[in-house]
């Protein structure tokens, strides 16, 4: 019956007009704004709405994935705009690469809303509507599997500000975020529906059950997360936000604390590869021994520098002279630091070669590349250094590289294209307090599970590096920033975020913020945090929503694709 009533509302087989596409235009203005550095996460509670009205006027699939794109494009265009670099154009690959992907990403959200149409279509509007959280989530969870990933854009990142409503995620992690903002939109929706009949038609207690229904679901994860956030833990004495230095932070009470140090150099990060090992080393060396100085009295255990804070490889034998360097000024400093810095790993043997790997033009060699961090402890001569896993898709990496070995010529050539997979996820140890940690290079900080992992594998606190300084004052570095804090609340644990040229901070258990620092300042911070070893339910079940959404997904896939058999068949008959 439900099906019979949808087919005889199904519009018939024509353009969806103007209108449709400039409600399809609404959503995405709405979705754009609703993401960093804009506070304005409410609007993508509702920014669906527009395209989901649009999409009841597409009768062909095509129509429907038109609409789609109209509306994904300007969410792209706001929120991806600073991807291109267009702000200072050092770099024509960069500035073509932005452009790519804010034209061509759109496509990707033709997967989730074309199902919900076909949904919609052979089982009814309602079915459509439950089915629409599955398809989304599942659409987003899927998109951060593969080497041509790029999760940014999970709709729940646009709730970064509102922490006692993201709390809930140590539960189900940034999925939940994004299935709850789903079904704020079904429902605002389905309340339109009701509202948009003809007088004679109005129901009244429906509308009222609607909106006592919207209102409850809008406002239970704030309540619950208020609650949560009443007890929690709180630095003695401090305001989250307020860069007043206090020694008594804590993580969740529990476990050990460790005096952590930032480094944000404002290394032109385009400068920097023209740049000689020895010279980084000791910059960096230099602001360190600063840091140690204003801080005697407190002095960090761990010194965190950015992402290839040390370039020329200096892992490598040919490359000792910086390694001894470091040492040297380590050791006299008595203090550990954690580097971003390029490595290598050289194939005497060119069989045993990877198809992407490269050849050094020197000697001939074939070598892969790592973006990689290294950790440098002091009377230590042993560096355990761990390889990035997650690459910015064409950016850091051609996706499937050894497969795809030809397209070589589309490496960045800024010092970052290229890159190798690292060997796998590391855990450091602090051999002087025992404390174990996670190293997350940029990106990567955009993977739930993947830094869930590490978490998993003892990691008591998150140190983040990152360069952030390609964008000049864009979103960019703002929504990257924001993303922390949905790691930190997920895992219960604390942030050490160190950026190049900015936004360095420490992010605590519950997503609040200390120490925030300007963009493309020279700034050395430091802080006492909590080390935890206890897990989280989403720390210890990982993308279980995910897995779950998708799961579902494929189920409404496979209902679509019977119920379009059993037509054909009766048709036919």
């Not at 956030?229 to 230095?245: D, I, K």
């Amino acid at each position: 019956m439900i099906r019979r009533h949808a087919e005889k509302e199904e519009p018939a087989n024509l353009p969806p007009g103007r209108g449709a596409y400039g409600l399809a235009l609404l959503s995405g203005v709405m979705l754009g704004f609703s993401f960093p550095p804009f506070r304005l996460g409410i609007l993508a509670c509702f920014g669906l709405v527009p395209l989901l009205i649009a999409l009841t006027r597409a009768g062909r699939l095509r129509s429907a994935l038109s609409l789609t794109y109209v509306g994904m494009l300007p969410f792209h265009l706001i929120t991806l705009n600073w991807t291109g670099g267009y702000v200072h154009g050092n770099d024509p690959y960069m500035m073509i690469a932005g452009a790519l992907t804010m034209i061509v990403h759109p496509l990707f959200y033709c997967l989730p809303l074309g199902l919900y149409h076909l949904v919609r279509k052979k089982l009814g509007e309602n079915a459509g509507l439950i089915a629409l959280p599955f398809l989304w989530v599942g659409y987003e969870y899927s998109h951060s599997l593969s080497e041509w990933s790029f999760p940014w854009l999970t709709l729940g990142n646009s709730q970064s500000y509102d922490l006692a409503r993201i709390q809930f995620i140590s539960f189900t992690g940034i999925w939940g975020l994004s299935f709850w903002i789903i079904v704020m939109n079904v429902t605002a929706y389905m309340l339109y529906t009701v509202l948009a009949r003809p007088p004679e038609d109005f129901l009244p207690r429906r509308a009222m059950t609607i909106v006592a229904l919207l209102t409850a679901i809008y406002l239970l994860p704030s309540a619950l997360g208020m609650f949560i956030m009443s007890n929690a833990p709180h630095p003695a004495g401090e305001v989250p936000g307020t860069g007043q230095e206090t020694r008594q932070e804590t993580g969740q009470g529990i476990g050990k604390t460790i005096t952590v140090g930032i480094v944000q150099s404002n290394v032109d990060p385009w400068e920097k590869w023209t740049r000689q090992g020895t010279d980084l080393a000791s910059l960096y060396l230099g602001l360190t021994r600063r840091l140690m100085e204003e801080h005697s009295g407190h002095a960090p255990q761990i010194v965190l520098w950015p992402e290839t804070a040390v370039t020329g490889f200096p892992l490598l034998p040919g490359s000792r002279p910086i390694l001894d360097r470091l040492h040297a000024g380590l050791d006299s400093m008595n203090v550990s630091v954690l580097t971003g810095i390029d490595h290598a790993e050289i194939y005497p043997d060119p069989k045993r070669a990877p198809r992407s790997a490269r050849v050094s033009p020197m000697t001939g060699l074939r070598y892969d590349a790592f973006n990689a961090a290294a950790f440098i402890e002091p009377g230590t001569s042993s560096v355990p250094w761990y390889g990035k896993m997650k690459m910015v898709p064409i950016a850091e990496r051609i996706p499937y590289a050894d497969m795809f070995a030809f397209l070589d010529f589309m490496r960045w050539g800024v010092g970052i294209g290229g890159w190798q997979i690292g060997p796998d996820t590391t855990v450091f140890t602090d051999s002087r307090t025992g404390v174990k940690f996670a190293a997350i290079i940029c990106y990567e900080s955009t993977y739930p599970g993947f830094v869930a992992s590490f978490v998993r594998k003892g990691a008591s606190f998150i140190a983040l590096i990152t360069i952030d300084s390609w964008w000049g004052r864009m979103s960019g570095a703002y929504q990257h920033r924001q993303i922390a804090v949905f790691r930190a609340v997920e895992n219960r644990r604390w942030i050490a975020r160190c950026a190049v040229g900015g936004i360095s901070c420490f992010i605590d258990p519950y997503g609040r913020s200390y120490d925030d620092t300007e963009l493309f300042t020279q700034r050395i911070l430091s802080r006492t945090i909590g080390t935890d070893d206890a897990l989280t339910f989403y720390t210890q079940h990982g993308d279980w929503l995910g897995e779950t959404a998708l799961l579902a997904a494929l189920m409404f896939a496979a209902a679509v694709a019977g119920q379009s058999f059993t037509d054909r068949r009766r048709r036919e008959s």
